[in-house]
């Protein structure tokens, strides 16, 4: 296969958009290459034209397109200090204050590691009934694979460390089973869940959302995009929202006056400032 160039790059850009209306072209090129690299060596397309042909051919192949494309979360209970934050300082009085259910956005849902986190740190805070958690994603394979629950058995290791760290209150092992090749998580604490397809625009987005999950997004963004997607975040939260990024995406205008301040620096959460 040969490696892709700037030049082959743009012209995919140029046909996802033309196309599709969906431009990739703020996306961090050098991440954006590799999986677009990836993608083709997974579905023997050997070339750039082979792969503008495959992209045009319908949506079947584009929705497999934007499942490759698309980042999944490395593991479960990733970064356990925040889950331990959200089960200590945050949920239980949050979610009381909360006049009707407590509206919880989870964009970019790939793979499912953030998403059955969450269901878990509720389900044994005995509050996944008093919330309202929508996840969202760009591909319908995605939802099929979450929905699924199945999941890979090296994550599945690291999770299990990380449910530790965590100081969760069961065993790991009641949320999952084995088989021969996979880890199949249990699904139905994804019964209350609403999932919705989105385009990499953020249309269809929930409105007055209490809390928004969003980790490790915005690196695969350039600066122009990551400030576009912040004002979306910023607008879709309710009074007094919260916004939780990455260890590595600090808000470089948080605690300025402008959009967020700061409620944990430590773990990346940050509250929607009033104006006054």
Same mark, same amino acid.
């Given at each position: 296969m040969t490696e892709l160039g700037v030049v082959d790059i743009r012209e995919i850009y140029r046909t996802i958009n033309d196309t599709y209306g969906y431009d990739f072209s703020q996306f961090a090129m050098t991440s954006f290459k590799q999986r677009l690299e990836r993608l083709m060596i997974r579905n023997n397309i050997s070339n750039t034209e082979n792969l503008i042909n495959k992209i045009k051919s319908g949506d079947e192949f584009f929705d497999l397109f934007l499942y490759e494309?698309?980042?999944?979360? /490395?593991?479960?209970?990733?970064?356990?200090?925040?889950?331990?934050?959200? #089960?200590?300082?945050?949920?239980?009085?949050? +979610?009381?204050?909360?006049?009707?259910?407590?509206?919880?956005?989870?964009?970019?849902?790939?793979?499912?590691g953030e998403l059955y986190s969450l269901v878990i740190v509720l389900h044994e805070m005995d509050l996944?009934?008093?919330?309202?958690?929508?996840?969202? /994603?760009?591909?319908?394979?995605?939802?099929?694979?979450?929905?699924?629950? #199945?999941?890979?058995?090296?994550?599945?290791? +690291?999770?299990i460390e990380n449910y530790k760290r965590f100081h969760g209150h069961s065993d790991f092992s009641d949320y999952y089973k084995l088989d021969r090749y996979y880890a199949f998580r249990d699904t139905?604490?994804?019964?209350?869940?609403?999932?919705?397809?989105q385009k990499i625009n953020f249309d269809n987005s929930p409105q007055n959302v209490r809390l928004i999950l969003f980790r490790n997004n915005l690196i695969y963004f350039n600066p122009t995009l990551q400030e576009k997607v912040l004002q979306h975040m910023f607008d879709c939260l309710s009074a007094n929202g919260y916004l939780i990024t990455g260890i590595r995406e600090q808000i470089r205008n948080a605690g300025t006056g402008k959009d967020f301040e700061v409620v944990n620096e430590a773990e990346c959460v940050y509250k929607k400032r009033i104006a006054v």
């Open positions: 494309v698309s980042v999944p979360s /490395t593991e479960m209970f990733r970064d356990p200090s925040l889950w331990r934050w959200l #089960r200590e300082e945050f949920f239980q009085e949050a +979610v009381a204050k909360s006049l009707s259910k407590f509206r919880i956005w989870v964009p970019n849902c790939v793979s499912g996944l009934e008093k919330v309202e958690i929508i996840a969202t /994603t760009i591909s319908n394979k995605s939802i099929e694979y979450i929905k699924e629950g #199945r999941y890979d058995l090296k994550k599945l290791e +690291v999770s139905s604490y994804l019964d209350s869940v609403e999932f919705r397809k």
